[in-house]
């Protein structure tokens, strides 16, 4: 996956596209592999990085959403489920089942959450992992062992699933490349391009050049999150906006707070949500939060009363109580939450919605990494409809994602890079500095740079510390300590001067301090 490959194909192009995305997040990323699976041509663009937004700030869970059990929101489960285990089947160096244990402390929790579980468990079916059961103190604690034990009387186990997303993002984009579209980051959308009322394509702009063009698709797809009603302005100025977003924010610490391989689920918190504490990359993601924001950003950043809100809750669970000198790293999501009011022509898929403009612009919003696939059908489905091409069949349910090779766990955190563990490994082979790791308390290593930027379209010293490798989550004040290896490495590879060297340090400098937390 190549940039300039990307560039030179896109120049060279003298036919329409038959599908151009807007957006490179999760969604966007899904539309592409469906939609050139299908046989379409397909251009995806994205303003940043891949995924550097909503798509690489999750509580990293596929999970069915136990909570819209008690909401009734039965169907809504049952698909989740079933995504679940398509995501655990086609992608299985990302995705894996994982423990959880929501411990009692009345005694009526128990029998509560232990019925709901079990119908959790039978609505999986075939694509289930591990059934629930209850668990007495002791098995707990054994499990467990810095939960709080005063008052604790047993808990239930059940198991949902654990990813990487950002990982699974450019894996994503990797599997659209090969089965024929165009990818690029780092190239904004500018604009609709319109033949009389009807959207007949989009106005671009290279970010790194600052070149313009105008590329001719016969559908235009706005996959651009809690950036979807700017885009819709482009295409309408009087548009009504579609999105209310809320910002949910994680904390992540040492494994020494969660010991071992099991999270910890608490299904209300004092504002309603469920709290999570998981154990991730030999870390601990605690999370989240729920608070609506005005206006959306590339680089949200925790709030004060968030940061008090988990340090709250958690320390309700822990026997032993973080502080913020324990805090790695803190990061902030913003979810694309739908307004209520959205659209009268909007046609509402359980929790995404496919809204689609006078004009013709197709707007794909709201939604979660666990149900991605199902929202990029639900939206290839309607483009061929709005771009008049042939309606073909969407087989992504069984097609493997890019690296889908099971590697053990223990193999080192190479895993996540599935059957690519290979050719990482014969860098080092050619050159053992390349096996050195970035940073001490980093476990990643210098080939992984090199892998990056040749076969990951990585850019900046940000993409790699952030997404392709996730050091800015793990550890922060470690990856700004490791960025001047990565620009060096980069520079070499991309034949960069040392004035870029200096400025990608100093800008992911910057950025990361955002992760850090005032003692």
Known sequence: MKRLASLAELSSRTEPFDIVIIGGGASGLGAAVDGALRGHSVLLVEQADFAKGTSSRSTKLVHGGVRYLKQG????????????????????????????????????????????????????GKLGLEPSRYLNREDVIGLLPNIEQQDLTGGIIYHDGQFDDSRLAINLAQTAVEKGAVLLNYVRCAGIVKNGDHVAGVKLRDEETGEEAEVAAKVVINATGVFADEVRLMDDPQAKTMLSPSQGIHFVLPREFLPGDTAIMIPKTDDGRVLFAVPWHGRVVVGTTDTPVENASLEPRALA??????????????????????????YAGLRPLI?????????????????????????????????????????????????????????????????????????????????????????????????????????????????????????????????????????????????????????????????????????????????????
Not at 84 to 107: D, E, K, Q, T
Not at 305 to 330: C, G, K, N, W
Request: overall charge negative.
């Open 339 to 519: 307004k209520s009011d959205a659209s009268s022509t909007a046609a509402l898929s359980r929790d995404h919605l496919i809204s689609i403009s006078d004009s013709g612009l197709i707007t794909l919003a709201g939604g979660k990494w666990t149900t991605y696939r199902k929202m990029a059908e639900d939206v290839i489905d309607h483009a061929e409809m709005i771009g008049a091409l042939d309606h073909r069949y969407c087989s992504t349910h069984e097609l493997p994602v890019h690296g889908a090779v099971a590697v053990p766990l223990e193999e080192s955190h190479l895993h996540y890079y599935g059957s690519d563990v290979t050719g990482i490994r014969t860098l080092v082979q050619e050159d053992a500095i390349l096996g050195e790791t970035l940073h001490p308390k980093l476990e990643f290593i210098r080939a992984e740079v090199i892998w990056h930027v040749r076969h990951e379209m990585a850019r900046t010293v940000e993409d790699v510390l952030s997404r392709r490798t996730r050091a800015l989550l793990l550890d922060a004040r470690a990856s700004i300590e490791a960025a001047p290896v990565v620009a060096s490495l980069m520079a070499r590879e991309m034949g960069k001067d040392a004035a870029w060297e200096t400025a990608q340090v100093s800008a992911y400098a910057t950025l990361a301090r955002g992760y850090l937390l005032d003692p």
């Open 305 to 330: 009363e968030e940061i008090e809100f988990i340090f709250t809750q958690v320390s309700r669970y822990l026997s032993r109580d973080p502080t913020r000198a324990d805090v790695l790293s803190v």
């Open 73 to 124: 929101n039965v169907s809504l489960v049952l698909e989740a489920l079933r995504e679940r285990g398509l995501m655990c089947r086609n992608a299985p160096h990302l995705v894996h089942s994982l423990p959880f244990v929501i411990p009692n402390y009345h005694w009526w929790e128990g029998p509560f959450y232990g019925i709901g579980l079990k119908v959790y468990d039978g609505l999986a």
